[in-house]
Protein backbone atom coordinates (compact mmCIF):
# COMPACT_ATOMS: atom_id res chain seq x y z
CA UNK A 1 0.00 0.00 0.00
CA UNK A 2 1.90 3.53 -0.90
CA UNK A 3 1.40 6.02 1.52
CA UNK A 4 -0.45 8.95 0.50
CA UNK A 5 1.72 11.98 -0.30
CA UNK A 6 0.51 15.52 -1.00
CA UNK A 7 2.97 17.35 -3.09
CA UNK A 8 1.03 20.77 -3.46
CA UNK A 9 3.87 22.31 -5.16
CA UNK A 10 6.78 20.71 -3.07
CA UNK A 11 9.46 23.64 -3.62
CA UNK A 12 6.54 25.82 -2.01
CA UNK A 13 5.63 23.84 0.48
CA UNK A 14 9.12 23.03 1.79
CA UNK A 15 10.55 26.51 1.69
CA UNK A 16 7.33 27.78 3.55
CA UNK A 17 7.67 24.89 5.93
CA UNK A 18 11.55 25.91 7.12
CA UNK A 19 10.17 29.94 7.22
CA UNK A 20 7.12 28.51 9.78
CA UNK A 21 7.33 24.64 10.26
CA UNK A 22 4.95 24.97 13.57
CA UNK A 23 2.29 26.29 11.75
CA UNK A 24 2.36 23.55 8.81
CA UNK A 25 2.73 20.79 11.37
CA UNK A 26 -0.44 22.65 13.54
CA UNK A 27 -2.90 22.12 10.04
CA UNK A 28 -1.61 19.17 8.61
CA UNK A 29 -1.77 16.79 12.03
CA UNK A 30 -5.58 17.17 12.82
CA UNK A 31 -6.25 16.87 9.06
CA UNK A 32 -3.96 13.25 8.40
CA UNK A 33 -5.84 12.24 12.11
CA UNK A 34 -8.70 12.55 10.55
CA UNK A 35 -7.83 11.00 7.12
CA UNK A 36 -6.81 8.28 9.42
CA UNK A 37 -10.44 7.83 10.76
CA UNK A 38 -11.82 8.09 7.50
CA UNK A 39 -9.56 5.10 6.44
CA UNK A 40 -9.96 2.92 9.50
CA UNK A 41 -14.00 2.93 9.13
CA UNK A 42 -13.31 1.81 5.53
CA UNK A 43 -10.90 -0.76 6.82
CA UNK A 44 -13.31 -1.87 9.64
CA UNK A 45 -16.18 -1.96 7.32
CA UNK A 46 -14.32 -4.00 4.96
CA UNK A 47 -13.29 -6.57 7.67
CA UNK A 48 -14.79 -9.78 8.04
CA UNK A 49 -16.05 -11.18 11.21
CA UNK A 50 -16.34 -14.27 13.05
CA UNK A 51 -19.62 -12.31 14.99
CA UNK A 52 -17.64 -11.48 18.07
CA UNK A 53 -15.49 -8.42 16.22
CA UNK A 54 -12.54 -9.07 17.94
CA UNK A 55 -10.58 -8.22 14.87
CA UNK A 56 -12.78 -5.17 13.81
CA UNK A 57 -12.88 -3.52 17.50
CA UNK A 58 -8.84 -3.97 17.14
CA UNK A 59 -8.67 -2.01 14.34
CA UNK A 60 -7.72 1.52 15.04
CA UNK A 61 -6.32 5.02 13.93
CA UNK A 62 -2.45 5.43 14.88
CA UNK A 63 -1.05 8.50 16.43
CA UNK A 64 0.27 10.75 14.11
CA UNK A 65 3.77 11.62 14.20
CA UNK A 66 6.29 13.86 13.22
CA UNK A 67 9.95 13.91 12.77
CA UNK A 68 10.74 16.45 11.67
CA UNK A 69 10.61 15.92 8.23
CA UNK A 70 7.49 13.44 7.94
CA UNK A 71 4.26 13.48 9.42
CA UNK A 72 2.51 10.77 9.09
CA UNK A 73 -0.34 8.66 10.11
CA UNK A 74 -1.92 5.11 9.79
CA UNK A 75 -4.28 2.75 10.83
CA UNK A 76 -3.21 -0.87 12.17
CA UNK A 77 -3.95 -3.78 14.71
CA UNK A 78 -2.02 -5.18 17.29
CA UNK A 79 -3.51 -8.64 16.43
CA UNK A 80 -1.00 -11.29 14.96
CA UNK A 81 -4.18 -13.42 12.65
CA UNK A 82 -4.86 -9.63 10.69
CA UNK A 83 -1.83 -10.30 8.51
CA UNK A 84 -3.22 -13.81 7.15
CA UNK A 85 -6.58 -12.85 6.97
CA UNK A 86 -5.44 -9.54 4.79
CA UNK A 87 -3.08 -12.20 2.72
CA UNK A 88 -4.31 -15.56 3.26
CA UNK A 89 -2.57 -18.16 4.43
CA UNK A 90 -1.03 -21.49 3.13
CA UNK A 91 -1.98 -24.75 4.18
CA UNK A 92 -1.85 -25.17 7.68
CA UNK A 93 -3.78 -26.98 10.57
CA UNK A 94 -5.45 -24.21 12.79
CA UNK A 95 -6.20 -25.05 16.42
CA UNK A 96 -9.46 -26.63 16.55
CA UNK A 97 -11.17 -24.30 19.65
CA UNK A 98 -11.11 -20.91 17.70
CA UNK A 99 -12.87 -22.96 14.99
CA UNK A 100 -15.37 -24.20 16.74
CA UNK A 101 -16.25 -21.01 18.07
CA UNK A 102 -16.76 -20.04 14.93
CA UNK A 103 -18.99 -22.85 14.04
CA UNK A 104 -21.23 -22.20 17.05
CA UNK A 105 -21.44 -18.19 16.32
CA UNK A 106 -22.19 -18.30 12.23
CA UNK A 107 -22.99 -21.84 11.14
CA UNK A 108 -26.20 -22.43 13.22
CA UNK A 109 -25.09 -26.08 13.59
CA UNK A 110 -26.32 -28.25 16.39
CA UNK A 111 -24.10 -28.65 19.75
CA UNK A 112 -23.43 -32.43 18.81
CA UNK A 113 -22.25 -31.56 14.94
CA UNK A 114 -20.03 -28.54 16.21
CA UNK A 115 -17.06 -31.10 16.86
CA UNK A 116 -17.58 -32.47 12.85
CA UNK A 117 -18.14 -29.23 11.12
CA UNK A 118 -15.32 -28.09 12.72
CA UNK A 119 -13.01 -30.69 11.58
CA UNK A 120 -14.04 -30.74 8.64
CA UNK A 121 -12.86 -26.78 7.87
CA UNK A 122 -9.75 -27.17 9.90
CA UNK A 123 -8.87 -30.05 7.04
CA UNK A 124 -9.96 -27.99 4.41
CA UNK A 125 -7.45 -25.07 5.69
CA UNK A 126 -4.98 -27.82 6.34
CA UNK A 127 -5.31 -29.13 2.73
CA UNK A 128 -5.89 -25.07 0.72
CA UNK A 129 -5.30 -22.82 3.26
CA UNK A 130 -7.41 -19.06 3.58
CA UNK A 131 -8.18 -16.91 1.07
CA UNK A 132 -7.04 -13.20 1.07
CA UNK A 133 -9.54 -10.88 2.35
CA UNK A 134 -7.54 -7.51 1.75
CA UNK A 135 -9.23 -5.53 4.06
CA UNK A 136 -6.86 -3.05 4.63
CA UNK A 137 -5.94 -2.57 0.90
CA UNK A 138 -9.91 -2.40 -0.23
CA UNK A 139 -10.56 -0.13 2.95
CA UNK A 140 -7.35 2.42 1.91
CA UNK A 141 -8.54 2.50 -1.85
CA UNK A 142 -11.97 2.93 -0.61
CA UNK A 143 -10.57 6.10 1.39
CA UNK A 144 -7.84 7.32 -0.35
CA UNK A 145 -9.42 9.64 -2.69
CA UNK A 146 -11.36 12.02 0.58
CA UNK A 147 -8.63 11.47 2.17
CA UNK A 148 -6.38 13.34 -0.22
CA UNK A 149 -9.03 15.92 -0.21
CA UNK A 150 -8.53 16.02 3.40
CA UNK A 151 -4.84 16.51 3.93
CA UNK A 152 -4.65 19.11 0.96
CA UNK A 153 -6.98 21.05 2.73
CA UNK A 154 -4.87 20.88 5.64
CA UNK A 155 -2.07 21.76 4.00
CA UNK A 156 -4.11 24.96 2.01
CA UNK A 157 -4.64 25.96 5.33
CA UNK A 158 -1.14 25.90 6.33
CA UNK A 159 -0.14 27.68 3.34
CA UNK A 160 -2.38 30.25 4.11
CA UNK A 161 -2.03 30.82 7.61
CA UNK A 162 1.89 31.34 6.43
CA UNK A 163 1.25 32.92 3.43
CA UNK A 164 4.66 34.22 1.51
Do not use: C
Not at 68 to 80: H, K, M, R, Y
Not at 149 to 160: D, F, K, N, S, T
Amino acid sequence: MEPIRITHNADDVAARLRAAPDILVAEVEPAIYEASLLVEREVVEHTPTSGAGTLRDSIGALPVTFDGEVIEGGVGTALAYALPVEEGSRPHMPPAEPIMDWVRRRLGVTPDEVDDVAEKIRWKIARYGTPARHMFRDGFEAASAQAREIIAAGVARALARIGG
